[in-house]
């Protein structure tokens, strides 16, 4: 079993639409969780950080965190073409970081 | 503030050569770091520097790979001997240290070996 999970994707979705990104980890003890974007050819820029369960909102980005389901969620309001990417998960239990592979995520406009 | 920067961007050796790759993380950040990806792959962890602490060399696939950090400062990985499969982007991060503080990545350098 992989210890950080996602769908790699592609996920499709129409420009306005909402999309949801999901990610599973492994490691109950996890403490640090965080999303990453990656545009092709481009190195992973962060987009948002949680620790707590429950949501965190920054914009149009809402991370959702259930410790308990060792479930992280990311979803993206308004999507807009440019929100085209790779998303990344990352989870951190010490200082180590463990990355997802990513879902790519497509928003026709 | 300035970000990670990494050099060079691109590099471009024949097999057997050995090269250096350069990383200067965001200044006061303590933790840095070095991952691989290849084309279409995830972030492979390589080696994890904390300070003046003993690095995490874990993640090195070999013993064709090292690095060094200077105090809290400038990182290097040396790749000895290279080979095809050591064709990759090379990825450095910076953080404040801990385990709640994030990474900011350099821009990356893309090596390719011939």
């Not at chain 1, 790699?8 to 979705?13: A, D, F, H, K, Q």
């Amino acid at each position: 079993q992989k210890e950080v999970e996602q769908n790699s994707g592609p996920l499709s979705v129409p420009e306005g639409a909402i999309a949801s990104l999901n990610c599973t980890y492994s490691d109950r003890v996890s403490q640090s969780f965080f999303w990453y974007r990656q545009y092709s050819g481009k190195s992973p820029e962060l987009i948002m950080s949680i620790y707590s369960n429950g949501d965190k909102e920054d914009g149009r980005f809402t991370a959702q965190l259930n410790k308990a389901s060792q479930y992280v969620s990311l979803l993206i309001r308004d999507s807009q073409p440019s929100d085209s990417a790779t998303y990344l998960c990352a989870v951190s239990g010490t200082y180590k970081y463990i990355f997802g592979t990513g879902t790519r995520l497509k928003v026709l406009a | 503030g300035a970000g990670v920067s990494q050099s060079p961007s691109n590099k471009v050796t024949e097999k057997g050569k050995d090269v250096e790759l350069r990383c200067d993380p965001i200044s006061g950040h303590t933790a840095l770091y070095w991952y691989r990806q290849r084309l279409g792959q995830g972030l492979e962890f390589l080696i994890y520097f904390q300070g003046n602490s003993a690095p995490d060399k874990s993640g090195l696939p070999s013993d064709r790979f090292s690095a060094e950090r200077t105090g809290e400062s400038v990182s290097t990985l040396t790749i000895q001997r290279t080979q095809q499969e050591d064709s990759a982007v090379y990825l450095c991060a910076s953080s404040l240290g801990g385990t709640t503080y994030e990474q900011y990545f350099g821009p990356g350098t893309r090596l390719t070996v011939t």
